[in-house]
């Protein structure tokens, strides 16, 4: 298969979250807005994922290629006037896309051909906040892996 049929699958996973904590206009779901950046993104919970590098995964052989790729699944936030239900919802939304992430069930392995999005150790799926002019981006890393 190909990265765009992982991808399409990482995307139908994130829309499908069901999130817990709102604040106004923060809408009920996330959105996937096909965008390289920050730029074009008009509300909270939109999201975009950017392709950040990748290889080849060995020892190789005859039969199957498998491939690793690390993509920055990025959600934006608009501002929130109060910290802390700034931060509870950003955390919050990190802690239900992260275990929809994890659920292997979600992955569609036999079209979408993931084998993994994370390596195992001590900080699994990662996540970083990042200050905008209109408001935050999270950003969670994932290390996939696809045949």
Avoid: C, H
Avoid at 3 to 30: D, M, N, P, W
Avoid at 45 to 64: D, I, N, W, Y
Avoid at 71 to 76: G, K, N, R, T
């Amino acid at each position: 298969m190909s990265l765009s049929t992982a991808r399409e699958q990482i995307i139908e996973i994130i829309e499908g979250v069901k999130t817990t904590t709102s604040v106004a206009a923060s809408g009920s779901g996330f959105k996937y807005v096909d965008t390289s950046g920050d730029v074009r993104i008009a509300s909270t919970r939109s999201f975009f994922l950017k392709l950040e590098g990748g290889a080849v995964v060995g020892p190789l052989t005859s039969q199957t290629r498998i491939f690793n790729a690390e993509m920055d699944v990025s959600v934006f936030y608009q501002e929130v006037r109060s910290s802390k239900k700034e931060d509870e919802i950003i955390s919050e939304d990190y802690q239900q896309i992260a275990n929809a992430l994890l659920d292997v069930t979600q992955w569609a392995p036999a079209t979408s051909k993931i084998r993994r999005l994370t390596v195992e150790g001590s900080s699994v799926l990662p996540y970083m906040v990042d200050e905008t002019d209109e408001g935050k981006i999270l950003t969670i890393t994932i290390d996939l892996e696809y045949e």
